[in-house]
């Protein structure tokens, strides 16, 4: 038997020794932390080192020992490849497939110097070459892209641990390359302290730092959900005062409107009654609308609302949406052109896109003034299809303009009636998000000299 292999079985039980500590400290880890996907990788790596260091290290005799360097060899490389991909996972990076490769080479290498080979001297210096490529590896790319304290001290740490153990399987690859016979194992008490004392500590090294920049990264996400629960909690405050402000002012003249019939229903005329209660049907409508319109923006926004996409035939959807509100123009004395559509289909939820044609198309019919018209077209624009609602209103009022599709956004603009400006506020941000959510965006163009433009890019289907 070759003397040669005394030396790295001290080498490898002591990283088994080390192993079944460390393993347990990882999966103890990783049970705190199912999410971090590259942990519960390097967890296996200790589980698989322990049976593959066992095999190697067991005594002569007990079972062949081409046996014990093919599976045994092959659980420690397979614990190796694991430790370069749960580095790769641990770091947020795409893994690798060449190591698989490698690993599968390898097997196979062994098969055929099993017969070509017939020295176990030979086949262990072949293992030692890829476990010294993986984890030389590993090392390399352990830190990259770090730039917080603890993190790249813990990077550090992993990389000075993996480069100590892939320079132990570089030494001894070139130990059994060089020596032209067998090599006197390390007997001494000095020299076989030494080893163990180095391989323990780049083991835990490598662990250690593993764990701090676990710890470290669970610490940047509970700093990042206080941060967002915080930036959610003061939206949400200031949509319940807004919303709160919004539902006041009807309910205010609901509320007066039949405070007042109450008090002097029977002394009022007929038309006076119906006009009061005209007005109050008119603000329960709007409280209606405004509650409708919170609740489909909030499921919007919290992705909540489903979205079936499919061609859409946008021709027929846009006459759809003129024909909706033809009533309303024509109340206003408006009127809707539709520019004449070549064949457009996009990819969107019908449903969805018929909402946002009308809550664009109701805006134009809204603020654009008696005898003016409303100009429909749609065409393909830098490989989407763009919808455009123009009206010749007022345009939109400077104060208006950097906050159009925030929630209850409605600016002043002169010359408006009561009429036009009691909108819930709530369109324009309701189109914006399920435009978002159809793969599209939304913007406007200021109309010259006054007018505006509104438009909305889809993608085409088949695109």
């Known amino acids: 038997m070759d003397q040669n292999l005394i030396d790295i079985r001290t080498l490898l039980f002591a990283n088994a020794v080390v192993s079944v500590v460390l393993g347990i400290a990882m999966v103890l880890v990783w049970r705190g932390n199912r999410e971090r996907k590259g942990l ?4 296996r790596v200790h589980v698989t080192m322990i049976p593959g260091v066992a095999l190697i290290g067991l005594p002569d005799g007990l079972i062949p020992s081409v046996v014990s360097a093919f599976f045994g060899n092959g659980l420690v490389l397979l614990s190796m490849l694991w430790l370069l991909q749960g580095i790769d996972g641990l770091f947020d990076r795409p893994s690798r497939r060449w190591p698989v490769n490698a690993v599968a080479a390898w097997g196979l290498g062994q098969l055929i110097l099993l017969t070509a080979v017939p020295s176990l001297r030979g086949r262990i210096l072949l293992t ?38 892939s320079v132990l399987f570089a030494a001894r690859c070139l130990s059994l390359a060089l020596s032209p016979g067998t090599v006197t194992p390390l007997s001494s008490d000095g020299a076989t302290l030494v080893l163990l004392t180095v391989c323990l500590a ?18 940047q996400d509970l700093a990042r959900d206080m941060t967002e629960r915080k930036r959610y909690e003061a939206a949400l405050e200031e949509l319940v005062q807004v919303a709160a402000h919004e539902l006041r002012s009807p309910l205010t003249s609901i509320f007066g409107t039949l405070q007042l019939l109450a008090a002097r229903g029977d002394a009022l005329p007929v038309a006076d009654k119906n006009r009061l209660l005209e ?11 405004l509650v409708n319109d919170l609740l489909d923006l909030e499921r919007v926004e919290s992705g909540r609302a489903s979205f079936e996409i499919e061609p859409v035939d946008l021709r027929q959807h846009i006459g759809q949406a003129r024909d909706l509100a033809e009533s309303a123009a024509h109340h206003r004395r408006v009127s809707i052109e539709i520019s004449t559509l070549p064949p457009l289909q996009v990819r969107a939820d019908p449903q969805r896109l018929q909402q946002v044609l009308a809550n664009l198309l109701s805006n134009a019919v809204k603020f654009s003034p008696p005898g003016e018209a409303i100009r429909l077209r749609a065409h393909h624009h830098d490989g989407k299809v763009r919808v455009e609602v123009q009206d010749r209103g007022p345009g939109i009022s400077p104060d208006l303009q950097g906050r159009l599709f925030q929630r209850f956004a409605r600016g002043e603009t002169p010359g408006l009636s009561d009429e036009q400006g009691k909108g819930t506020g709530l369109g324009l941000a309701i189109s914006k998000a399920l435009v978002e959510g159809m793969g599209g965006w939304i913007g406007y163009e200021p109309g010259r000299p006054r007018g505006t433009t509104f438009y909305f890019e889809l993608p085409a289907a088949g695109a």
Not at 203 to 219: F, N, P, Q
């Open 40 to 43: 519960a990788v390097l967890a």
């Open 128 to 165: 030692s070459f890829v476990a010294f490529l993986l984890l030389f590896g590993a090392a390399r790319t352990a830190g990259a892209g770090l730039r917080r304290p603890t993190e790249r001290m813990a990077s550090l740490l992993i990389t000075g641990s993996l480069g100590v153990l």
């Open 202 to 219: 780049a083991a835990t090294g490598w662990s250690m730092g593993v764990m701090i920049l676990v710890y470290a990264r669970l610490h």
């Open 279 to 289: 007005i109050a049907r008119r603000n329960s409508e709007r409280m209606v609308r």
